[in-house]
Nanobody
């Protein structure tokens, strides 16, 4: 399984961007997909994940501003980012769990896409 992300770029504070990520290969449709990010000098952190279509988790820092969604037919996950802040500047990594067993995960990571928010 491979993850191909796109949509990063430079945006002014208050602006919006949409990231997308498509899983190719033998991906188990409906499994958890989502986004993590790593800001300069910081640890990687969860942004948002979705399992199925309704089991959604957001970090507190993006709640109310970001929205995650998916198209299972396309094995694609989206991250709509609104009201962006300079502190959202980071490399955003697409994530997918390709396990067929709920007892463990099979973590798959995309290559990362840079989001830069200017003040």
């Amino acid at each position: 399984v491979q993850l191909q992300a796109s949509g990063g770029g430079l945006v002014q504070a208050g602006g919006s961007l949409t990231l997308s990520c498509t899983a190719s290969g033998s991906f188990i449709s409906g499994n958890t997909m989502g986004w993590y990010r790593r800001a300069p000098g910081k640890e990687r952190e969860l942004v948002a994940t979705v399992f199925g279509t309704r089991n959604i988790r957001y970090s507190d820092s993006v709640k109310g501003r970001f929205a995650i969604s998916r198209d299972n037919a396309k094995n694609t996950v989206y991250l709509q980012m609104n009201s962006l802040k300079p502190e959202d500047t980071a490399v955003y990594y697409c994530y997918a769990d390709n396990s067929d067993d709920l007892r463990y995960t099979v973590d798959v990571w995309g290559q990362g896409t840079l989001v830069t928010v200017s003040s």
